[in-house]
C-alpha cells in the first residue's frame, strides 16, 4: 500500500446486512468484549497485587491476558462502532495501523505460548530448580524476546512489502476488520511473492512454536506417566491443562484463517473463525485460567466476598 495509490478509503462489507442481525451481533460482541476486558484485566490486577500468584507461571499469564486485551481491543471497538453508526468506512492509515497492531499481538501471543511451554517443562521436570532457572531475569527476557521475534519474523518482512501494493479497482473489503486477505483481493498489484512471504512467515511461526510446545510438553507427559500416585498425577496434569486448551483454541483458529493455499479464496468462513477469534477466544481465555486453577478461583472468590462486604457494610 503506497500514500499516492488512487483509493486512500475502504469500505467494511462487515457480516450481514440484515439489520436484525446487527443487532444481535452488536449486542453479542459488546457483552463478550466487556467480558473478556474485565476478566483480564482482573487477572491482570491479581497477579499484580496477591503476594501468592507472584510466579513466573502468573508472570506469563498477566502478560498472555494483556495481550489478549490489546488483540480484542484493536478489532472489536471499531466494528461495534460501524454496526452502531453504519459507518463502514476507513481511512489508510487506519487500515495500515490495525493490521501491524493485529499481527503484532497475536504473533506474540504464540511465541509466549510457547515461553509458557517451557515454564510448564520446568516446573514439572525441574521441580527443586524451578525458581532459580525461572527468575525474574529470565522471565523478562523471554517475554521480551516474544515481542522481538514477533516484529522481525512476521511484522516487518510483509509490512515491507505490503507497503508496495496498489488498490484501483476497488475499495470494498469483504470483512469486519482490515485483514490482508480480503485487502490483498481487491489490489491490482501481483501479490504473488507478497503471499508467499506471508504464507512461509505464518507457517514458520506456527511450527517453530508448536515444536517447542511439543518438546515440552513431551517431556512433561514421560515425568507425569512415571508418578505413583494417581492424585499427584492428576495435580501435575491440571497445572498444564489450562495452557493445553488455550494452546488447541489459538492454533485452530490460526490454522483455518491463515493457511490456505491462496488467498481467492471465498472469506465467509475465515469471517466466522475471525469473530470466534477476536472475541470469544479472549474472553475464554479468563474462564479457562480461573475454572482450572484452584489457587485463582479462591482469591477470586475471596476477593468477591470481600467486595460484597465493604458494599453492604456501606448500605
Given at each position: 500500500?503506497?500514500?499516492?495509490?488512487?483509493?486512500?478509503?475502504?469500505?467494511?462489507?462487515?457480516?450481514?446486512?440484515?439489520?436484525?442481525?446487527?443487532?444481535?451481533?452488536?449486542?453479542?460482541?459488546?457483552?463478550?468484549?466487556?467480558?473478556?476486558?474485565?476478566?483480564?484485566?482482573?487477572?491482570?490486577?491479581?497477579?499484580?497485587?496477591?503476594p501468592h500468584l507472584k510466579t513466573p507461571m502468573y508472570f506469563f499469564l498477566?502478560?498472555?491476558?494483556?495481550?489478549?486485551?490489546?488483540?480484542?481491543?484493536?478489532?472489536?471497538?471499531?466494528?461495534?462502532?460501524?454496526?452502531?453508526t453504519g459507518d463502514n468506512t476507513v481511512t489508510y492509515n487506519a487500515c495500515a495501523t490495525q493490521i501491524f497492531f493485529v499481527f503484532l499481538f497475536g504473533a506474540t501471543e504464540f511465541f509466549?505460548?510457547?515461553?509458557?511451554s517451557y515454564d510448564r517443562y520446568v516446573a514439572i521436570c525441574k521441580p527443586l530448580h524451578y525458581m532459580t532457572i525461572m527468575n525474574n531475569r529470565v522471565c523478562t527476557l523471554l517475554v521480551l524476546s516474544c515481542w522481538l521475534l514477533a516484529c522481525w519474523?512476521?511484522?516487518?518482512?510483509?509490512?515491507?512489502?505490503?507497503?508496495?501494493?496498489d488498490f484501483y479497482a476497488s475499495n470494498v473489503v469483504d470483512h469486519f476488520y482490515r485483514d490482508t486477505t480480503p485487502l490483498m483481493q481487491i489490489s491490482c498489484t501481483d501479490i504473488q511473492l507478497l503471499e508467499m512471504m506471508g504464507f512461509i512467515s505464518v507457517l514458520v511461526t506456527?511450527?517453530?512454536?508448536?515444536?517447542?510446545?511439543?518438546?515440552?510438553?513431551?517431556y512433561v507427559a514421560l515425568i507425569i506417566l512415571r508418578i505413583p500416585s494417581i492424585s499427584q498425577r492428576k495435580k501435575a496434569?491440571?497445572?498444564?491443562?489450562?495452557?493445553?486448551?488455550?494452546?488447541?483454541?489459538s492454533y485452530g483458529s490460526c490454522f483455518f484463517i491463515y493457511l490456505k493455499p491462496s488467498i481467492k479464496q471465498?472469506?465467509?468462513?475465515?469471517?466466522?473463525?475471525?469473530?470466534?477469534?477476536?472475541?470469544?477466544?479472549?474472553?475464554?481465555?479468563?474462564?479457562?485460567?480461573t475454572l482450572w486453577n484452584q489457587q485463582v478461583k479462591k482469591i477470586?472468590?475471596?476477593?468477591?466476598?470481600?467486595?460484597?462486604?465493604?458494599?453492604?457494610?456501606?448500605?
Amino acid at each position: 500500500m503506497r500514500n499516492h495509490t488512487a483509493i486512500t478509503t475502504f469500505i467494511l462489507l462487515g457480516l450481514t446486512d440484515d439489520p436484525k442481525l446487527k443487532v444481535l451481533l452488536f449486542i453479542f460482541l459488546l457483552l463478550t468484549y466487556m467480558l473478556s476486558v474485565t476478566g483480564n484485566l482482573t487477572i491482570i490486577t491479581l497477579t499484580l497485587v496477591d503476594p501468592h500468584l507472584k510466579t513466573p507461571m502468573y508472570f506469563f499469564l498477566r502478560n498472555f491476558s494483556f495481550l489478549e486485551v490489546s488483540f480484542t481491543t484493536v478489532c472489536i471497538p471499531r466494528f461495534l462502532y460501524s454496526l452502531s453508526t453504519g459507518d463502514n468506512t476507513v481511512t489508510y492509515n487506519a487500515c495500515a495501523t490495525q493490521i501491524f497492531f493485529v499481527f503484532l499481538f497475536g504473533a506474540t501471543e504464540f511465541f509466549l505460548l510457547a515461553a509458557m511451554s517451557y515454564d510448564r517443562y520446568v516446573a514439572i521436570c525441574k521441580p527443586l530448580h524451578y525458581m532459580t532457572i525461572m527468575n525474574n531475569r529470565v522471565c523478562t527476557l523471554l517475554v521480551l524476546s516474544c515481542w522481538l521475534l514477533a516484529c522481525w519474523l512476521v511484522i516487518f518482512p510483509p509490512l515491507i512489502l505490503g507497503l508496495n501494493i496498489d488498490f484501483y479497482a476497488s475499495n470494498v473489503v469483504d470483512h469486519f476488520y482490515r485483514d490482508t486477505t480480503p485487502l490483498m483481493q481487491i489490489s491490482c498489484t501481483d501479490i504473488q511473492l507478497l503471499e508467499m512471504m506471508g504464507f512461509i512467515s505464518v507457517l514458520v511461526t506456527l511450527l517453530v512454536t508448536l515444536v517447542m510446545m511439543m518438546v515440552s510438553y513431551t517431556y512433561v507427559a514421560l515425568i507425569i506417566l512415571r508418578i505413583p500416585s494417581i492424585s499427584q498425577r492428576k495435580k501435575a496434569f491440571s497445572t498444564c491443562s489450562s495452557h493445553m486448551i488455550m494452546i488447541s483454541l489459538s492454533y485452530g483458529s490460526c490454522f483455518f484463517i491463515y493457511l490456505k493455499p491462496s488467498i481467492k479464496q471465498r472469506t465467509s468462513f475465515s469471517k466466522g473463525i475471525a469473530v470466534l477469534n477476536t472475541s470469544v477466544a479472549p474472553l475464554l481465555n479468563t474462564f479457562i485460567y480461573t475454572l482450572w486453577n484452584q489457587q485463582v478461583k479462591k482469591i477470586v472468590s475471596f476477593s468477591t466476598k470481600l467486595m460484597f462486604y465493604f458494599v453492604i457494610q456501606r448500605i
